[in-house]
């Protein structure tokens, strides 16, 4: 069973500082996405990497960096951490391919104060 | 942009009653559709999903989904919900051509014993 792995469960951090959420898969993925899903609007792309180095932007980027050196590890990185970012952070991980689904980690609640 | 709607924000039903929630996209060419569901306290995970071929797509745990191209819609359907079947449902479709998945805002399902 596909494993996906994201390294805190709740995360508090305060205004200004740099904020790392890892996530890791076990399944050979080429996919890795970050989400962020807050209530009333769903689940929301930050960025997704296709390969290792690869990354793109998604819906939401502004505020946020990706870091992909291994296939299996996805960082996503909060340069100045803002109250407006608090939220629950999803990974998720899929083969390549338009019919590969998602598979999620069980996500990071992170508050910013 | 494609973009997903769904238009039912929180549902209460009545154990045994059946079950339908909307969802609509916008793109008009092919894509893939899938539904996703959270359970209270879990990670996001895979209910169904529709490629190619029959429109009606069977999942876990008794439910199934439409796709009907002329409308543009994957309606999630259960003819008789139970208890355990609270969650929140998310439609998503993957972008044709690219490896990005664009979710709908979700319904919080409320099974009443």
């Known amino acids: 069973d596909v494993k996906v792995t994201q390294s805190s469960r709740y995360l508090v951090k305060r205004t200004g500082e740099k904020v790392f959420l890892e996530c890791v898969q076990d399944?050979?993925?080429?996919?890795m996405f970050w989400y962020r899903q807050d209530p009333g609007l769903g689940l929301r792309l930050i960025y997704f990497?296709?390969?290792?180095?690869?990354?793109e932007k998604g819906d939401i980027p502004e505020g946020y960096s990706v870091s992909r050196e291994k296939k299996e590890r996805f960082s996503l990185i909060l340069e100045s951490a803002s109250t407006n970012q608090t939220s629950m952070y999803l990974c998720?991980?899929?083969?390549?391919?338009?019919?590969?689904?998602?598979?999620f980690g069980n996500g990071t609640r992170l508050t910013v104060t | 942009a494609q973009s997903v709607s769904q238009h039912n924000h929180h549902v209460i039903l009545s154990e045994a009653a059946s079950l339908e929630l909307g969802c609509n996209y916008s793109?008009?060419?092919?894509?893939?559709l899938f539904w996703y569901v959270q359970y209270p306290g879990q990670h996001l995970q895979l209910l169904l999903k529709?490629?190619?071929?029959?429109?009606l797509v069977k999942g876990i745990k008794g439910f199934e989904a439409e796709f009907i191209k002329s409308k543009f819609s994957f309606n999630l359907r259960k003819p008789s919900v139970q208890w355990s079947d609270t969650a929140e449902y998310f439609c998503?479709?993957?972008?044709?051509?690219?490896?990005?998945?664009?979710f709908g805002t979700g319904t919080k399902l409320q099974v009443i014993p």
């Open positions: 793109y008009g060419g092919t894509v893939n």
């Open positions: 998720a991980s899929s083969y390549r391919g338009m019919n590969s689904p998602l598979h």
């Open positions: 529709y490629f190619s071929g029959d429109p």
């Open positions: 399944m050979d993925h080429e996919n």
């Open positions: 990497s296709y390969d290792v180095k690869m990354k």
């Open positions: 998503a479709v993957n972008e044709p051509g690219y490896q990005k998945v664009t």
